[in-house]
């Protein structure tokens, strides 16, 4: 199926691991022309432009920048001035309770879920209007539809950034830009395992533990990265051309069935 990547440019945040790099390199499969890869880990990164571009000869373009700060989301933007695709995938919220969390703890988790997120869109929305073409998918996560307490400030983030992308993306194609939302449930990731670790510990008070919670996930298991990026993928080519304000979720069923995990 030809998804109509040719010639285009991407930036994808978050991208030296997990999900981020499998989307990179599933639009570099796809044939993308330049890929952008944004995260904190330079190293992280450069191991990624590496594998991408000795195996499809993609051009790669790094940043390794601290997106919870506001000058560097500005100044991603700046470097990244002609994209037609942005994924916003780069967050970390901290698990826990509400009486374990400090403020400050809230502010770093939301600094990055949404004030990053927010700041880079708005910059890289003005580009793409002046064009009047453009695709943005944010990357969220399926705890924002399915409210967990013991993953407070994680449920509020997301919540907050699904009424963003469908606020933004229910307006967005009348200037020919599209704004998507996709809410992964457990994805095999290492920050999947930090997650379980602490629900292991809620749940068993022994986080030793997190591993027996794969029996109570649909199929006994997590998503992969590349299921989950082969959706944004999707999403973000010309065969989703229809799809805006809205957000698709792929957790196996898990908030369906209204329940956690």
């Known amino acids: 199926m ?36 944004a995260a904190r880990s330079e190293e992280g990164l450069e191991k990624a432009r590496r594998r991408i571009t ?18 560097n989301v500005l100044r991603l933007a700046g470097e990244c001035s002609h994209l037609d695709i942005l994924v916003n995938n780069a967050a970390d919220s901290k698990p826990g309770p509400l009486d374990q969390l400090t403020d400050q703890d809230w502010r770093d988790s939301l600094d990055m879920k949404i ?52 606020a933004l993306g229910g307006r967005s194609l009348d200037e020919g830009i599209r704004v998507i939302g996709v809410n992964p449930g457990p994805v095999s990731t290492d920050r999947m395992i930090k997650l379980m670790k602490r629900r292991a510990l809620d749940w068993y008070n022994d986080e030793s533990r997190w591993a027996e919670l794969f029996d109570k996930y649909p199929a006994k298991r997590a998503a992969t990265p590349f299921e989950v990026a082969d959706l944004i993928v999707w999403l973000a080519s010309e065969r989703a051309s229809y799809i805006t304000g809205t957000i698709v979720t792929i957790d196996g069923g898990i908030a369906s069935r209204r329940s956690i995990i």
């Open 2 to 37: 030809e998804l109509g990547f040719s010639g285009k440019c991407a930036l994808i945040t978050g991208a030296s691991r997990g999900i981020g790099f499998a989307t990179a390199e599933r639009f570099a499969e796809e044939g993308i022309r330049t890929l952008h890869l």
């Open 54 to 71: 000795e195996a499809f000869g993609t051009q790669v373009e790094v940043h390794a920048l601290d997106l919870s700060r506001t000058e």
């Open 115 to 166: 004030f990053s997120y927010m700041t880079l869109t708005r910059e890289v929305y003005a580009q793409m209007k002046k064009r009047g073409t453009g695709v943005i998918i944010n990357d969220i996560g399926n705890s924002g539809e399915n409210w967990d307490a013991n993953y407070i400030v994680g449920t509020t983030g997301n919540a907050a950034m699904m009424a963003f992308t469908r």
